[in-house]
């Protein structure tokens, strides 16, 4: 199927570290992305990972891939209030101009 | 500054009314997507538009319709077909429409409210 799962909601504390886990479908997809959405807005482009890659780090965000599981997570250290979003994983969908989209991880920071 | 912009930020509409939607860019990009947004659920793809004068369905486009007359712009039209139009709606773009190794670009959103 064409279903990129996510789980709904995480909450965690200020300064902890949040990890959203994504399970994407096609094996064959070059690129990975992570989008960011804050209340009432439209999506941002966090980062993204290419499928040759195990990790990617960009300051506070580390990406992880594990292709074997077609397992996609991104971590967030030191968590602020102000990374409280929902956060989408993104796949191209093979041999389409089609993305597919996660249902988003709701993220709740508490200070 | 470069980047999307989408009008209105809310829509109202009655009942039996057809509603449009802007989209407009000045990235110079030459595709561009409308998603449909529902509460606890990913993006849905209505339409999408790889060069200008040309564009396909996406997974829901009934009740939908689009043109692509100018590449800058992608407005999409919610019709009385539609029958359950409140959603938020937004607009992308990405260079080529390849779908390989591509980003997308939003813009802020549409939120469409029936009356």
């Known amino acids: 199927g064409e279903d990129v799962e996510q789980s709904l909601f995480l909450s965690v504390r200020e300064g902890d570290s949040s990890v959203i886990n994504c399970t994407y479908t096609?094996?064959?997809?070059?690129?990975l992305y992570w989008y960011k959405q804050e209340p009432g807005a439209g999506l941002q482009l966090l980062t993204y990972?290419?499928?040759?890659?195990d990790m990617k780090q960009d300051q506070r965000l580390t990406v992880l891939l594990n292709k074997k599981d077609k397992h996609l997570s991104l971590r967030i250290a030191d968590t602020q209030t102000g990374d409280s979003a929902i956060y989408f994983c993104?796949?191209?969908?093979?041999?389409?101009?089609?993305?597919?989209f996660g249902t988003g991880t709701r993220l709740k920071v508490l200070a | 500054d470069g980047g999307i912009t989408q009008s209105p930020k809310y829509l109202f509409r009655k009942e039996g009314q057809n509603v449009t939607l802007s989209c407009e860019q000045n990235?110079?990009?030459?595709?561009m997507y409308w998603y449909r947004q529902d509460p606890g659920q990913g993006l849905r793809l209505i339409y999408y538009s790889q060069i200008v004068n040309d564009f396909q369905k996406g997974d829901i486009a009934e009740g939908y319709s689009v043109s692509r007359e100018k590449k800058e712009s992608f407005p999409l039209t919610v019709t009385s077909a539609q029958k359950n139009p409140t959603a938020f709606y937004l607009c992308a773009s990405s260079i080529a429409g390849t779908g390989v190794g591509e980003t997308q670009y939003f813009g802020p959103g549409t939120r469409l409210l029936v009356l």
């Open positions: 990235l110079n990009h030459d595709a």
């Open positions: 990972i290419f499928s040759n890659m």
């Open positions: 096609d094996s064959s997809s070059t690129y």
């Open positions: 993104a796949e191209p969908a093979s041999g389409t101009y089609k993305y597919i």
